[in-house]
């Protein structure tokens, strides 16, 4: 029996889904459990699994296309089967034997023939469609422009070899093969390749090029606007001397040069150890009631080419700082690559971004409802200060907690700080209770 197979809830904030990649087309048989299709949720990229027997005879969505949870995408039936009543519940043509037919002879994606390029449509599914300077257009493939997005190649530097000048798939792989890879440390600034300006030309309006909000995207413009609005957020900082920890990081790192401890580690590790000394700092809201955690799960923002995530070290009150800097590691690795499991970047109960590596010196952070607060780190760099009544140079850093005033009063997140900053400065009580 001809079942739809519908876009599905793969994360507990998915609320609609962008199809990555089919990976049956149509006609190829399918078994149960086996991966249809990759699906972009609002965190990560997942596997849609078949949940029937039968033969892919419909796909209803297209690759980069969205569909919100529970609309049909696909429909999986009997290779002789009539699927017209599900076609038509869908808004779909019944495919006759002879259209199918000439559908499987069509050639791969890259190689259909473009539209022309005067007639092209704002809104076409073919191929984006991007203005240039001398008022032409330039054609991209979809799956050209989404592998350009994520390598970072700039579609205005090339010339398509496709039909028509198009930009296909060989394109941005010959691109991203040839560019550069960058030396790890600081960016290196890119020299800039200025074209002869000729004196009384006037040019028009820059090209561009538009591609849809990632689903990471779409909802963390959601999550931040639902966040600063409604919660009445409030900001402390503090300055804090880094000299032992810094001392502690470089000894620990000449003993286990393999672990590579960061500043970052041992700030999860001290904020854990602060958290279990204040309840309510370690807490979040919850409409009617304020949840109190047993543990300190701290969520650690990670920059990714799609948007913030946050992968939570569970329980870091209990681990050790070699555990937490081998588990912060291994998450953010998975995170960048869009692997995490949704269990692996919920639930946190406080969460901390640390821009020091970027030379931020102080920000703020937006809070992650429904955690009460979220600590925002910046650089640790030396710098004068009166120490003894004698000014000396040491290593400072600066750190701001945002906290939920319905949650966190000023008195409680002063006295949780001060705790955060007590311990940072004397590192050694970290492992004295353990």
Not at 137 to 146: D, E, G
Not at 285 to 303: I, P
Request: proline share 8%; charged share 25%.
């Amino acid at each position: 029996m001809a079942t739809q197979v519908v876009m599905p809830k793969l994360s507990p904030t998915m609320e609609e889904g962008q199809l990555t990649r089919w990976l049956k087309k149509e006609g190829d048989k399918v078994a149960m459990g086996e991966p249809l299709a990759e699906i972009d949720t609002d965190k990560a990229t997942m596997e849609m699994q078949a949940l029937s027997n039968g033969v892919l005879r419909k796909i209803l969505i297209g690759e980069g296309e969205s569909a919100p949870l529970g609309q049909p995408i696909a429909i999986i039936g009997e290779p002789d089967e009539d699927i017209s009543s599900l076609l038509k519940a869908t808004g779909e043509k019944a495919p006759t034997a002879k259209s199918e037919a000439k559908e499987a002879e069509q050639p791969p994606e890259d190689a259909k023939p473009a539209p022309p390029q005067t007639s092209a449509p704002a809104g076409e599914s073919e191929a984006a469609v991007q203005p240039s300077r001398d008022g032409g257009r330039q054609l991209v493939s979809p799956i050209a422009a989404r592998m350009a997005a994520d390598a970072g190649v700039n579609l205005s530097l090339l010339k398509g070899s496709g039909p028509g000048g198009r930009i296909v798939k060989r394109d941005i792989e010959a691109a991203a093969g040839a560019k550069e890879t960058p030396a790890k440390g600081a960016p290196r600034l890119k020299p800039i390749a200025a074209a002869p300006h000729a004196p009384g030309v006037v040019y028009g309006p820059s090209s561009y090029r538009e591609e849809p909000l990632s689903q990471m995207r779409r909802t963390i413009a959601r999550r931040l606007v639902t966040s600063l609005g409604p919660v009445p957020h409030f900001f402390l900082t503090r300055e804090i001397d880094m000299e032992r920890a810094a001392d502690m990081r470089a000894s620990i790192n000449e003993l286990y040069p393999e672990v590579k401890l960061s500043v970052n580690d041992i700030v999860i590790k001290v904020a854990a150890a602060a958290l279990l000394q204040h309840a309510q700092v370690n807490a979040s809201f919850q409409d009617k009631t304020v949840r109190y955690y047993e543990h300190a799960d701290v969520g650690v923002a990670v920059a990714t080419d799609n948007g913030l995530i946050t992968p939570v070290v569970r329980s870091a009150d209990l681990k050790s700082l070699l555990e937490i800097a081998g588990e912060v590691r291994e998450l953010a690795a998975r995170a960048r690559a869009r692997k995490l499991k949704p269990e692996e970047y919920t639930g946190a109960s406080f969460s901390i971004s640390n821009l020091g590596m970027f030379g931020i010196d102080e920000f703020t952070a937006v809070i992650n409802p429904p955690e009460g607060a979220i600590l925002a780190v910046g650089a640790m760099a030396p710098k004068p200060v009166v120490n003894d009544g004698q000014i000396v140079i040491r290593q400072t850093m600066r750190v701001t907690m945002s906290c939920d005033h319905r949650v966190i009063d000023g008195a409680t997140g002063a006295q949780f700080l001060q705790t955060f900053k007590q311990i940072l400065e004397n590192p050694l009580y970290l492992f004295l209770n353990q």
